[in-house]
């Protein structure tokens, strides 16, 4: 008997540490989201997981100095718990052109997308001259590309501002084209530590958090698709984009490469 109550209390034990690592129902922020509906933990090793991850490739955006590769596992790896996503000064050599930077660009479009929720991402971001870090989302459907079809940053930071991380909101009526941009910049705090970004999408807003802070909202002014085109799934990118418009204003300090862009979860809620 004492044997059986032993073993009893081991798997017990057991169960409840398997517990506590897996994800817990959302309770915070508006507490309206809170079932977990699509995720991924990285809890494996090798490549984005295909069945929730494709890629970008090329030269996509920006004018960004990196080529987005596609399944390379130097630039996209999963490992120590952790979706590394590794910008590199690699030279590689596709068909006979050499791309002297390489990063990767990871999207769940065609595989996760929503229209309402908690879409919430945990990363640590790497802080040189030139890098451009994100969390981002897009609309499912092809059409009118960013800022038309609309555009959720849920994070965005640029290396020589080291001390900020930026929310925004891009649409045809408010984007910075026009000088009309809606967003918010605040103090990041420990550069060398994970940080929670996520956004709560509704019918009336988008609300962005912090480390579980409110730090911006964006309201929908009831004017149509100019100023609110978010009636229609979008889907999360995962990039490390290095130099362009933006990450690059300041220059690029090549000789700090490779650097990394460290994602620990995913998690999207739900009602």
């Not at 002014?221 to 984009?241: C, H, M, Q, R």
Request: charged content about 25%.
């Amino acid at each position: 008997m004492r044997n059986i109550t032993f073993v009893f209390a081991l798997l017990t034990c057991v169960s409840a540490a398997f517990a506590d690592d897996a994800p817990k129902p959302y309770t915070g922020a508006s507490g309206e989201y809170t079932k977990l509906i699509w995720s991924d933990e990285f809890d494996y090793k090798g490549l984005p997981n295909p069945e929730k991850w494709s890629y970008e490739s090329g030269y996509v955006r920006n004018q960004e100095k990196q080529y987005y590769t596609r399944e390379r596992i130097e630039n996209a790896e999963v490992k120590d718990g952790n979706l590394v996503i590794t910008a590199r000064k690699d030279d590689l050599t596709i068909d006979g052109k050499t791309y002297p930077i390489t990063s990767a660009s990871v999207i769940s479009r065609g595989k996760g997308s929503w229209t309402r929720g908690r879409i919430e991402v945990r990363a640590k971001v790497p802080v040189s001259l030139g890098t451009w870090p994100a969390v981002w989302m897009l609309p499912e459907a092809r059409g009118a590309g960013s800022p038309r079809g609309g555009e959720i940053d849920i994070l965005e930071h640029v290396g020589y501002e080291p001390d900020k991380v930026h929310f925004n909101v891009h649409t045809a009526k408010y984007n910075h084209a026009r000088g009309t941009a809606k967003g918010k910049a605040v103090p990041m705090g420990a550069q060398d530590e994970f940080h929670v970004y996520a956004v709560e999408m509704f019918d009336d807003r988008l609300d962005f958090y912090f480390d579980d802070k409110k730090v911006f909202s964006y309201a929908n002014e009831n004017e149509g698709e100019t100023s609110w085109p978010f009636d229609k799934p979008f889907y999360v990118i995962l990039n490390l984009a290095y130099g362009g418009a933006w990450g690059g204003t300041k220059g690029t300090d090549d000789t700090k490469l490779p650097l990394e862009y460290r994602i620990d979860y995913v998690r999207v809620f739900g009602k």
